[in-house]
Antibody, heavy 116, light 107 residues
Framework: EVQLVESGGGLVQPGGSLRLSCAAS????????IHWVRQTPGKGLVWVSRINTDGSDTIYADSVKGRFTISRDNAKNTVYLQMNSLRAEDTAVYYC?????????WGQGTLVTVSS | EIVMTQSPATLSVSPGERATLSCRAS??????LAWYQQKPGQAPRLLIY???TRATGIPARFSGSGYGTEFSLTISSLQSEDFAAYYCQQYNNWPWTFGQGTKVEIK
């Protein structure tokens, strides 16, 4: 069974940092792109970042470029999202999702709250 | 980036009735469009990809159509488990972009 499990969310002050993890199982992890998508009640689903199969190619939404870094460890079947210089508007549920275009597999999400 | 606009924001439908949801792209996305269903506290669930292909395990009452900039999702006879939010997503261009969603509620 394909599973994606996010962790690492929590409460952080503005300007702070947080690292999210997405642990995968049930499939050959190294063959798939992984995305991070976030969701806030007011703005719906917003794509954040994507990493290719070997980590050599990454792209970011303009809103997080220069502050967030996506990476992966294929030996550990895990993707990471390092989030620095966090802002109140980064508050959201963060999902990881598998796929090169649409995504049939999503994790359950991890909540990030940026507040003082 | 491509802006996806869904309408209506809320659709009130009685069980057993037909529901049609619309999604418009600000520029052509060819057939590179997906639909997702999301229930409170859950992750999105893929319903349709390629504008009209049902994902694995999706009941036949869900159907998608459209090409270019105009798309629709039809639920032929609403069941109780279908009351949820629905999102369209284009994957023709980076970044992926999603519509703001249509909430299907019980009338």
């Amino acid at each position: 069974e394909v599973q994606l499990v996010e962790s690492g969310g929590g409460l952080v002050q503005p300007g702070g940092s947080l690292r999210l993890s997405c642990a995968a199982s049930g499939f050959t992890f190294s063959l798939y792109w992984i995305h991070w998508v976030r969701q806030t009640p007011g703005k719906g689903l917003v794509w954040v970042s994507r990493i290719n199969t070997d980590g050599s190619d990454t792209i970011y939404a303009d809103s997080v470029k220069g502050r967030f870094t996506i990476s992966r460890d294929n030996a550990k079947n895990t993707v990471y999202l390092q989030m620095n210089s966090l802002r109140a508007e980064d508050t959201a549920v963060y999902y990881c999702a598998r796929g090169s275009s649409y995504s049939a597999y999503w994790g359950q999400g991890t909540l990030v709250t940026v507040s003082s | 980036e491509i802006v996806m606009t869904q309408s209506p924001a809320t659709l009130s439908v009685s069980p057993g009735e037909r529901a049609t949801l619309s999604c418009r792209a600000s520029q052509s996305v060819s057939s590179n469009l997906a639909w997702y269903q999301q229930k409170p506290g859950q992750a999105p669930r893929l319903l349709i990809y390629g504008a009209s292909t049902r994902a694995t395990g999706i009941p036949a009452r869900f159907s998608g159509s459209g090409y270019g900039t105009e798309f629709s999702l039809t639920i032929s006879s609403l069941q109780s488990e279908d009351f949820a939010a629905y999102y369209c997503q284009q994957y023709n261009n980076w970044p992926w972009t999603f519509g703001q969603g249509t909430k299907v509620e019980i009338k």
